[in-house]
Nanobody, 122 residues
Framework: QLQASGGGLVQPGGSLRLSCTAS????????IGWFRQVPGKEREWVSC????????VYADSVRGRFTLSGDDAKNTVYLQMNSLKPEDTAVYYC?????????????????WGQGTLVTVSS
C-alpha cells in the first residue's frame, strides 16, 4: 500500500516536500508517479519516472519548480515542490506504475495511495 504525506498550507512562493512510502513491499522508487486532483476536475499527472527510471518526466506546469527523487534505503519517493503557486492547490497522490511507458499516462498507474492535501494560499 502506498501512502502520500507532507501536504499542508503554504504561502505562494513557499516550498513543501511530499513523501510516498510503501508498506508491505519493497518500493522500486522508479516505479512511482505523482498526480494531483482538484475537486470537480480530472486527476492530472505531475511527474513520474519513465520505465526503468531512465528519465524523469515533468508536466509543463511544474517543470523547473518540482523535483522528483527516490531513496531506496528509506523505501520512499519524494516530490520537492518549490515556488508554489495557488494553482498548485490540490490533493496529491502517488501511484505505482503497472505498465511500461516513457510518460506518465494515468492509465499506466495503479495501486493508488491516499492523497495528501496541498493548499497554496496567502
Amino acid at each position: 500500500q502506498l501512502q502520500a504525506s507532507g501536504g499542508g498550507l503554504v504561502q505562494p512562493g513557499g516550498s513543501l516536500r511530499l513523501s510516498c512510502t510503501a508498506s508491505g513491499f519493497k518500493l522500486a522508487y522508479y516505479g512511482i508517479g505523482w498526480f494531483r486532483q482538484v475537486p470537480g476536475k480530472e486527476r492530472e499527472w505531475v511527474s513520474c519516472f519513465s520505465s526503468g527510471g531512465r528519465n524523469i518526466v515533468y508536466a509543463d506546469s511544474v517543470r523547473g519548480r518540482f523535483t522528483l527523487s527516490g531513496d531506496d534505503a528509506k523505501n520512499t519517493v519524494y516530490l520537492q515542490m518549490n515556488s508554489l503557486k495557488p494553482e498548485d492547490t490540490a490533493v496529491y497522490y502517488c501511484a505505482l506504475r503497472h505498465y511500461p511507458g516513457d510518460n506518465c499516462e494515468i492509465f499506466d498507474f495503479g495501486s493508488w495511495g491516499q492523497g495528501t492535501l496541498v493548499t497554496v494560499s496567502s
